[in-house]
T-cell receptor
Framework: AQSVAQPEDQVNVAEGNPLTVKCTYS??????LFWYVQYPNRGLQFLLK??????LVKGSYGFEAEFNKSQTSFHLKKPSALVSDSALYFC????????????FGSGTRLSIRP | NAGVTQTPKFRILKIGQSMTLQCTQD?????MYWYRQDPGMGLKLIYY???????DKGEVPNGYNVSRSTTEDFPLRLELAAPSQTSVYFC???????????????FGPGTRLTVL
């Protein structure tokens, strides 16, 4: 069965420090992987996606994610956190066989302290 | 270009009442989706559509109905509201050439529904 896990409910980082938000997945075959961000009282916004090719994917707002097939992970990273990065982050995985099989993780709340 | 719009923003229903959540997109996307987001949880897919006239069930379709008569609109109908349907509902759209294409989804701002 297809699934995605975000093992941390909350991540706290000081401004200027690097941040990592973790995501692991389970799909049959090769996955499409996504990261979305949700600011308070807003819909989700696309950050980046992995389809194929380079394992390091760069996205919006200085975020990047590293696809690791052997560890079935797709962790979100940023070299230097900003207070404005504080939000809820969702990892999502899609089975290539069907547009309907898009599974979202439970979300990780990122809090950046000044 | 407004993207994905949803109405209403908030609604309180009594048990057994009906309502329709509206969703419109102006990006000429062929795929549209309805999700619900419960507190502290991720999104669960309710229904989706791959084009006008075509809809299919997602992960949690019970208690809901949809229709897709035009490319732009994808309303979600609750026939007999129940407290378990208290949630935030998000509509999304994407463009895909075919079912195998990775599609970035664009989300509306959400409808916060409470059933008492």
């Amino acid at each position: 069965a297809q699934s995605v896990a975000q093992p941390e409910d909350q991540v706290n980082v000081a401004e200027g420090n690097p941040l990592t938000v973790k995501c692991t997945y389970s799909v049959s075959g090769n996955p499409y992987l996504f990261w979305y961000v949700q600011y308070p009282n807003r819909g989700l916004q696309f950050l980046l996606k992995y389809i194929t090719g380079d394992n390091l994917v760069k996205g919006s707002y200085g975020f990047e994610a590293e696809f690791n097939k052997s560890q079935t992970s797709f962790h979100l990273k940023k070299p230097s956190a900003l207070v404005s990065d504080s939000a809820l982050y969702f990892c999502a995985v899609r089975d290539k066989s069907s547009a309907s099989k898009i599974i979202f993780g439970s979300g990780t709340r990122l809090s950046i302290r000044p | 270009n407004a993207g994905v719009t949803q109405t209403p923003k908030f609604r309180i229903l009594k048990i057994g009442q009906s309502m329709t959540l509206q969703c419109t997109q102006d990006m000429n996307h062929n795929y549209m989706y309805w999700y619900r987001q419960d507190p502290g949880m991720g999104l669960k897919l309710i229904y989706y559509s791959v084009g006008a006239g075509i809809t299919d069930k997602g992960e949690v379709p019970n208690g809901y109905n949809v229709s897709r008569s035009t490319t732009e609109d994808f309303p979600l109908r609750l026939e007999l509201a129940a407290p378990s349907q208290t949630s935030v509902y998000f509509c999304a759209s994407s463009y895909s050439k075919d079912v195998l294409t990775a599609d970035t989804q664009y989300f509306g701002p959400g409808t916060r529904l409470t059933v008492l």
